[in-house]
């Protein structure tokens, strides 16, 4: 957490507070989805952080101008505002924390999910008569909701980021997309990345992997230090 902290004051977003759609939506009956089981991700149907980072890039990267060639002509290429580029990396950084966890287990009944995330902490919503309900812990305010079958969590960090995952299962219950977005005000854009793991039968393992933005997926029988 403190390095998300860190990321955050480069981000310069800790004087403003992020605003969320506070129009919860309810329920009748039992939850709209059951996401509960183990899932691991599945690396080749899910975003390299560095290519997502890389479109970014592209896309906020502005004309230069060539004196050579006038007003009116382009001739200097392209390129990404210093400003812009350092808060677009801290963006993707903070994203690649976030999502770092390769396996997700999650724990469902009628009054709330619990997702637990390997080697990090576990998101948690409740939900009373068909209601969400505002769930306070160390790290900030998690909001959920149901967006028809889609269980969309939105944690508002006290240093002034807001996190947003949004879980959906397909039809055939065999995976589970989750699209994580980190948006601050200090940034023109928010940064998205989605992630696809599939169910599988929990076995003890020797190996530890997680997926960085300068090695890719790395893999060890002991701890890995990013």
Same mark, same amino acid.
């Given at each position: ?92 950084? !903070? ?5 770092? /966890? #390769?396996? @997700?287990? *999650? ?9 637990? &995330? ?32 889609? !269980? ?5 960090? /006290? #240093?002034? @980021?807001? *996190? ?9 219950? &065999? ?52």
């Amino acid at each position: 957490m403190r390095r998300v902290l860190a990321l955050c004051l480069l981000l310069n977003a800790c004087s403003s507070q992020p605003t969320i759609d506070d129009s919860i939506r309810s329920y009748a009956g039992g939850m709209p989805a059951n996401l509960s089981g183990s899932w691991e991700r599945d690396y080749s149907r899910s975003d390299d952080i560095q290519g997502v980072l890389n479109s970014m890039l592209r896309k906020l990267s502005r004309p230069v101008q060539d004196p050579g060639f006038g007003n009116n002509r382009r001739g200097g290429g392209s390129v990404v505002p210093t400003q812009d580029l350092s808060k677009v990396v801290a963006l993707a950084r !903070l994203a690649d924390l976030i999502t770092r /966890p #390769d396996v @997700l287990t *999650i724990t469902q009944n009628e009054f709330e999910v619990s997702i637990a &995330r390997k080697d990090d902490f576990a998101m948690l919503c409740e939900f009373y008569d068909g209601y969400a309900k505002r769930t306070e812990s160390d790290y900030g305010t998690e909001v959920c909701s149901w967006n028809g079958h889609q !269980l969309v969590s939105h944690l508002v960090l /006290p #240093d002034g @980021l807001l *996190i947003s995952h949004r879980f959906t299962k397909s039809a055939d219950g &065999r995976s589970l997309h989750v699209a994580t977005t980190v948006s601050s005000s200090a940034t023109r854009a928010p940064f998205t990345v989605n992630r696809v793991y599939v169910k599988f039968t929990p076995t003890e393992s020797d190996f530890n992997c997680v997926e960085t933005l300068s090695m890719k997926r790395v893999c060890s029988t002991g701890e890995i230090v990013p």
